[in-house]
């Protein structure tokens, strides 16, 4: 699904502009070396998104907030820029490189990518890459066991594979820990 947004514009002129994030879009970067298969894997859906030809990273912009509960996944390289970031954009009309480009171009008041489709095509890749990860126990409950008498339930902050079964990026889901305060009774 295509995101249509008429807030912003690239710059228009022969150079880049450094953008602060978080208004008009965020931005999601992560390296080359599995971001073209994202591109290929979302095809269509694919909103613009910038390449730096010299750090061998690629952005694409979402929606500001949309990608605020995705997961970190150590060894990914995969950072969400949000409101205290800026990223250099380059001009509309640079679609190649050297440096900064667009390595896919924008369209007519079309310009971000739908996280949640963003979301999966890096999870199948980075399962692909890196193989299933298995969550243990999701980030909440693992405070709540050290440091909380009264845990209750399991948020569930992770997107990871739990025993097989497929989590959906920034949903609640089931945890595998069992609830029950690890440091004893009546600490």
């Not at 710059?11 to 880049?16: E, N, V």
């Not at 390296?31 to 290929?40: D, H, L």
């Not at 730096?52 to 694409?60: I, P, Q, R, S, V």
Request: glycine share 12%; charged share 20%.
């Amino acid at each position: 699904m295509r995101e249509t947004v008429a807030q912003w514009s690239p710059p228009q002129g022969p150079d880049f502009e450094l953008v602060g994030a978080g208004y008009a879009w965020d931005a999601v970067r992560m390296p080359c070396s599995f971001g073209v298969t994202i591109i290929e894997r979302l095809g269509e859906n694919c909103g613009g998104v910038i390449q730096d030809g010299y750090a061998h990273t690629l952005y694409w912009l979402i929606k500001p907030g949309t990608a605020d509960n995705w997961a970190h996944v150590p060894g990914a390289s995969v950072t969400i820029l949000g409101a205290t970031s800026y990223v250099a954009v380059p001009p509309v009309g640079r679609n190649e490189g050297p440096g900064l480009w667009w390595n896919v171009p924008l369209e007519p008041l079309r310009y971000l990518t739908d996280a949640d489709l963003l979301g999966a095509a890096l999870e199948e890749e980075l399962d692909a890459a890196l193989g299933p990860r298995i969550l243990m126990a999701c980030e909440p409950c693992i405070h709540a066991r050290i440091f909380d008498k009264g845990h209750d339930g399991c948020t569930g902050v992770s997107s990871m594979e739990l025993h097989g079964k497929r989590m959906t990026p920034g949903r609640p889901r089931p945890c595998p820990c069992d609830h029950q305060s690890i440091r004893g009774d009546d600490t």
